[in-house]
């Protein structure tokens, strides 16, 4: 066994391999955004006791996910409170955040600040190319790596970033490309009311909750199944799921390990077969394009649901996410056009990539109204 050292950190003996240390959020800004929101809705910004709220929004308190998520909104600087804590409560800047009584410059602000600001290695990428363009995701990988973040994790702390960036409007296209803007230009951006009064009692109008979102045969253990409407040869929806899988979903997918498979590649397109079933119960990852609001992909993603494994979900942003699934975690694309689409795409692929590695990090926290069915029935019990 490792002894422990002063701050209690394990200090692994000779031969051992070192605990590596994760020095910035693993969820990216906007959940813990939406669960500071809730915190406020729930308290009227006053401190809320823990089990009361992981209760007003329908998750388990002590569940995996549920703590990585009061830790990364204690990180972000959004709440005071442990995992363990009878307690949570906002700070002044998650206040700010997540209270429509601030001005809106103020609120835009507290966002990068959070954001960005509270960790180390975001503020040190921040700072190095703030004013320019977005560089390439490799030349961020090594850059980060200046800010004490380890090689192996270095590309996860970009996708986080980059999401980061994009939530908190720091990320804009300007002359047909993504630039890093500064915070006075977001702010210049920023219309405030002059007759603006703030009134900081009362709580913000509602809004939407996004919690954070065994083994099969050999094979589908190394499968993401791709879950979209395909269409016949030279429809729209084919030509749409094309695009997606190869310059999106295959890009996300391959650093993982994984094969992308579609329905098409095993069976006859838009027909649910048994072997469709097969990959939907028993691949290591679904990924599920809601696009088009096609039926059979929402029967499909509910057998995924029911099996209780990781799904994640993207849907282009012209159309709406239907009511059933639109509190679980969703990846808007906008493919309006080329103009829109080109600049944009390192940004998707990354963040597909960082859904992907939440679910299969912990692929028991796959989130869905079953799960959380069936966790309050746990707790119930």
């Known amino acids: 066994m490792s002894a422990k050292n002063k701050d209690g950190i394990g200090s692994e003996k000779k031969g051992e391999r070192k605990r590596r240390v ?3 959020p693993t969820i990216p ?31 388990a308190p002590e569940s995996g996910p549920s ?30 955040v997540v209270d429509d009584g601030f001005d809106p410059k103020v609120r835009a602000i507290a966002k990068v600040d959070c954001a960005i600001s509270t960790i180390p290695a975001f503020l040190g990428l921040y700072e190095k190319f703030k004013g320019n363009k977005l560089p390439a995701k ?50 210049d951006g920023v219309v405030s009311d002059p ?3 703030s009134d900081t009692s009362r709580p913000t109008s509602p809004a939407t909750f996004a919690p954070p979102i065994t083994s099969g045969q050999a094979a589908l253990e190394t499968t993401a199944f791709y879950v979209t409407p395909i269409g016949s040869d030279g429809s729209v929806q084919r030509k749409h799921s094309d695009l997606f899988l190869n310059t999106l979903i295959e890009p996300a ?22 072997q469709v079933i097969q990959y939907l119960v028993e691949a290591r990852l679904v990924i599920a394009d809601l ?42 694309i906008d493919n309006t056009d080329i103009y829109t689409w080109t600049p944009k795409l390192e940004l998707w692929r990354s963040e597909i990539s960082n859904q992907i590695r939440q679910a299969l990090d912990d692929p028991s ?9 069936f966790d309050r029935q746990s707790l119930n019990s």
């Open 253 to 274: 997918v391959e650093r993982f390990g994984l094969k992308v498979v579609r329905a098409d590649q095993i069976d006859k397109p838009g027909v649910i077969t048994k």
């Open 195 to 197: 007759s603006f009064q």
């Open 29 to 59: 800004f906007d959940q813990p955004r939406a669960f500071a929101e809730a915190l406020f809705r729930t308290g009227a910004g006053q401190p809320v006791r823990r089990l009361t709220l992981f209760d007003a929004i329908g998750k």
């Open 138 to 187: 490799s030349v961020l990988v090594d850059a980060v790596q200046e800010f004490d973040i380890d090689r192996e994790i270095a590309e996860q702390a970009v996708d986080i970033f980059l999401e980061n960036m994009q939530e908190v409007n720091l990320l804009q296209t300007l002359s047909g490309a993504e630039r890093i803007v500064s915070k006075e230009h977001l702010a």
């Open 291 to 332: 696009s088009f609001h096609n039926p059979n992909v929402f029967y499909e993603l509910a057998i995924r649901h029911m099996v209780r494994k990781p799904v994640v979900q993207i849907i282009q942003k012209s159309d709406n996410i239907p009511f059933d699934v639109n509190q679980l975690r969703t990846i808007p």
């Open 67 to 96: 703590r990585s998520l009061v830790s990364a909104s204690s990180k972000y600087g959004l709440t005071k409170g442990s995992a363990s804590a009878e307690f949570i409560e906002l700070t002044e800047d998650g206040r700010k």
């Open 22 to 24: 994760v020095s910035f």
């Open 365 to 373: 926290s796959s989130d869905s109204p079953v799960n959380w069915y």
